[in-house]
């Protein structure tokens, strides 16, 4: 089992993130040790949304075009309506998430961030929660979908919204260290 400090995460993002979404976890791998970088479609920094407006802007470490899914050990996705809108039908953000599903390695997804993970088309069979405004999506890509804090299914954790965000947090670090996770197919 790989230790936290050893470990390398992504954390995908667009414009629009909930802020808590990321700022939260992202504390709580700081706090772990794990290196964790933003990995965004856009250069530069990208902007938060905090519940009702806009909100801080966060500074990408690497674009979607630089950043290879080899050198992660996991992935975050944090949530908001407007991120993981944008991400889903950017084909390059699609094809980064495939590649953690492919090879088992832990995805951690809060809110509406399991809507990217829709698109790879890898999702059959899953055990999933999420923002109850998207559980007819997950449930539609083939996922047993639960209304619960936080789910945890081979190394995939998801959870519902911003209170979850202990427990989901929790959890994340608990898959990271377990690293590599059989493969679902």
């Known amino acids: 089992m790989p ?10 993002t667009e414009e629009g993130f909930e802020q808590v ?4 976890p992202r504390e709580a791998l700081d706090k772990a040790g794990v290196t964790a970088e933003i990995i965004s479609p856009k250069s530069g920094e990208v902007k938060a949304w905090n519940e009702t407006d806009w909100g801080i802007r966060v500074k990408v470490d690497k674009t979607l075009s ?5 050198d992660y050990d996991g992935l975050l996705l944090p949530g908001g309506v407007l991120n ?3 991400l889903r ?3 390059e953000a699609v094809d980064f998430v495939r590649h953690f599903l492919e090879t088992g390695k832990p995805i951690a997804a809060i809110c509406h961030g399991p809507q990217t993970m829709i698109e790879t088309g890898l999702l059959e069979g899953r055990k999933m929660t999420s923002y109850p405004a998207i559980k007819t999506d997950l449930i539609n890509a083939g996922v047993e979908w639960v209304d619960e804090e936080v789910v945890t ?8 919204s911003p209170k979850d965000l202990p427990a989901f947090n929790k959890k994340m670090l608990e898959e990271f260290a377990e690293g590599v996770h059989e493969v679902v197919k």
């Not at 230790?3 to 995908?12: G, M, R, V």
């Not at 299914?153 to 519902?160: A, N």
């Open 3 to 12: 230790k936290l400090n050893d470990l390398k995460i992504a954390i995908l």
């Open 21 to 24: 979404e990321l700022t939260s």
């Open 66 to 70: 630089e950043a290879n899914p080899e």
């Open 84 to 86: 993981p809108d944008k």
């Open 89 to 91: 039908i950017n084909q």
């Open 153 to 160: 299914d081979h190394g995939l954790v998801t959870s519902r």
